[in-house]
């Protein structure tokens, strides 16, 4: 098993969810990660970047 693992917040799963994941494989947390995701669209011909969402990953140190 390695000393540090990314566990990435799956779509239709909790936060809460994620850690207990985490938990289960023997790691805990620390570290958070967001990441805000974007959608390219043209306006008047320029591109613009629109927030669409956040990608939350744990970094995850191994329980000992």
């Known amino acids: ?3 540090k ?3 990435r917040v799956e779509e239709n799963e909790t936060i809460d969810d994620c ?3 985490m938990k ?3 790691y805990m947390p620390v570290r958070r990660i ?3 995701l ?3 669209r043209k ?3 320029e591109t613009i970047h629109i ?3 956040r990608e939350i990953v744990f970094e995850g140190k191994i329980m000992t």
């Open 38 to 40: 974007f959608e390219e």
């Open 51 to 53: 927030p669409i969402d």
């Open 43 to 45: 306006e008047n011909g």
């Open 5 to 7: 693992k990314n566990f």
């Open 24 to 26: 289960r494989e023997g």
């Open 1 to 3: 098993m390695s000393k």
């Open 19 to 21: 850690l207990e994941r």
């Open 34 to 36: 967001e990441k805000p």
